[in-house]
């Protein structure tokens, strides 16, 4: 291993000076200092050098989502930076619990000075949005042009040019529909997993239809449950079907995505598909982690402001609890759940196409 030439100071290597000299208080313009204007700039400080770190990881997995062939060493390098990106949402998450230390009397004594500055206006937090797959179209309003219009024209151009490229949604869907095991010489995989599910729903409702216990509106009521878990598994083979899902905003993978997200979920024990499951789940961790603190992160403002306005011109936490329920990405992977099964309900693969998983 190499050594440096010249001494290193712990200092000078961290550039502490410029580090701890960049809270700059806005309270001490106007009068006696904020005491916990301070905490307020280091907490989001803090956030702005992770999410600095988060992005650099979201470019490594992008640039190896946007290559033709995904090796499966490539995988192992997803796998890690995604689990690296989660551990670090994870302590974003608990870092809120530091700002909830601050009581809403104690942020109001700086509030009004912060006007229009807002944590909206994180041109890095918006880049991570943006990266992972969300554009504007799939915003809320205030998003689509308020915000857009709240930032200066170099990040505006910046953060649009961005959204011309493809996500990481748009990446990872292209990877999962090039599976090439959906299809092979004399298998099928939606007609191998259809029948299966057609066998199922068929028992279930007997089921139903023998139980005594149901009084007839419980019966109906159970019947018409069954019957959109049906629709759901239907629309999963049929084109027709599953694009009025899109069309109605209930998917956002394609349906050979989905298809091949499937495939992976349920035979995930064979080895081929062990590296792809953990990219999978790692996605779904991610979006939850995001949701998670985008819900600490309007409660926190709820508790701080109440029904006030942004700073930035929101409105304050109906803002943030609209985008905590709008600007989820990576939500189809978290309802797979909906079409597995049972283990001892699958339906053995074909000698052929076990050779073929095994061959990669």
Same mark, same amino acid.
């Given at each position: 291993?190499?050594?440096?030439?010249?001494?290193?100071?712990?200092?000078?290597?961290?550039?502490?000076?410029?580090?701890?000299?960049?809270?700059?208080?806005?309270?001490?313009?106007?009068?006696?200092?904020?005491?916990?204007?301070?905490? +307020?700039?280091?907490?989001?400080?803090?956030?702005?050098?992770?999410?600095?770190?988060?992005?650099?990881?979201?470019?490594?997995?992008?640039?190896?989502?946007?290559?033709?062939?995904?090796?499966?060493?490539?995988?192992?390098?997803?796998?890690?930076?995604?689990?690296?990106?989660?551990?670090?949402?994870?302590?974003?998450?608990?870092?809120?619990?530091?700002?909830?230390?601050?009581?809403?009397?104690?942020?109001?004594? +700086?509030?009004?000075?912060?006007?229009?500055?807002?944590?909206?206006?994180?041109?890095?937090?918006?880049?991570?949005?943006?990266?992972?797959?969300?554009?504007?179209?799939?915003?809320?309003?205030?998003?689509?042009?308020?915000?857009?219009?709240?930032?200066?024209?170099?990040?505006?151009?910046?953060?649009?040019?961005?959204?011309?490229?493809?996500?990481?949604?748009?990446?990872?869907?292209?990877?999962?529909?090039?599976?090439?095991?959906?299809?092979?010489?004399?298998?099928?995989?939606?007609?191998?997993?259809?029948?299966?599910?057609?066998?199922?729903?068929?028992?279930?409702?007997?089921?139903?239809?023998?139980?005594?216990?149901?009084?007839?509106?419980?019966?109906?009521?159970?019947?018409?449950?069954?019957?959109?878990?049906?629709?759901? +598994?239907?629309?999963?083979?049929?084109?027709?079907?599953?694009?009025?899902?899109?069309?109605?905003?209930?998917?956002?993978?394609?349906?050979?995505?989905?298809?091949?997200?499937?495939?992976?979920?349920?035979?995930?024990?064979?080895?081929?598909?062990?590296?792809?499951?953990?990219?999978?789940?790692?996605?779904?961790?991610?979006?939850?982690?995001?949701?998670?603190?985008?819900?600490?992160?309007?409660?926190?403002?709820?508790?701080?402001?109440?029904?006030?306005?942004?700073?930035?011109?929101?409105?304050?936490?109906?803002?943030?609890?609209?985008?905590?329920?709008?600007?989820?990405?990576?939500?189809?992977?978290?309802?797979?759940?909906?079409?597995?099964?049972?283990?001892?309900?699958?339906?053995?693969?074909?000698?052929?196409?076990?050779?073929?998983?095994?061959?990669?």
């Amino acid at each position: 291993m190499k050594k440096n030439k010249d001494a290193v100071y712990y200092g000078d290597y961290l550039q502490l000076d410029k580090l701890l000299d960049a809270q700059h208080l806005q309270s001490e313009h106007y009068g006696p200092p904020a005491h916990d204007e301070t905490l +307020f700039i280091i907490v989001h400080q803090a956030y702005e050098l992770w999410f600095k770190q988060v992005l650099h990881e979201l470019r490594s997995v992008l640039s190896i989502f946007r290559a033709d062939h995904i090796a499966d060493e490539s995988l192992m390098t997803v796998v890690h930076r995604l689990n690296r990106i989660g551990k670090i949402q994870q302590l974003l998450n608990q870092q809120i619990g530091v700002m909830e230390t601050m009581t809403p009397q104690d942020f109001l004594e +700086f509030r009004d000075y912060l006007v229009p500055a807002s944590g909206f206006q994180s041109i890095q937090f918006k880049e991570i949005e943006i990266s992972l797959g969300l554009k504007r179209d799939s915003r809320i309003k205030f998003d689509q042009q308020s915000f857009y219009n709240r930032i200066n024209d170099a990040d505006r151009a910046y953060l649009t040019g961005l959204e011309q490229q493809p996500g990481l949604f748009e990446c990872v869907d292209d990877w999962l529909a090039r599976m090439p095991f959906l299809r092979l010489d004399n298998f099928a995989f939606a007609d191998h997993f259809k029948q299966t599910i057609e066998d199922n729903l068929a028992k279930d409702e007997a089921i139903l239809r023998n139980n005594d216990l149901l009084s007839a509106d419980e019966l109906q009521a159970e019947l018409t449950e069954l019957e959109g878990t049906r629709e759901n +598994f239907a629309a999963l083979f049929d084109q027709t079907l599953y694009q009025k899902m899109q069309d109605e905003g209930r998917v956002r993978l394609s349906q050979r995505a989905l298809q091949g997200a499937l495939f992976i979920n349920l035979y995930r024990e064979e080895p081929v598909f062990n590296l792809p499951f953990q990219v999978l789940n790692c996605l779904a961790d991610m979006d939850d982690n995001m949701t998670i603190w985008r819900y600490r992160h309007a409660m926190m403002v709820q508790r701080m402001l109440g029904s006030k306005i942004g700073t930035g011109g929101s409105s304050g936490h109906d803002y943030l609890r609209k985008t905590t329920e709008r600007n989820r990405i990576f939500t189809d992977l978290l309802n797979l759940a909906t079409y597995l099964l049972p283990k001892s309900a699958l339906p053995p693969l074909p000698d052929e196409v076990k050779h073929a998983l095994r061959r990669g």
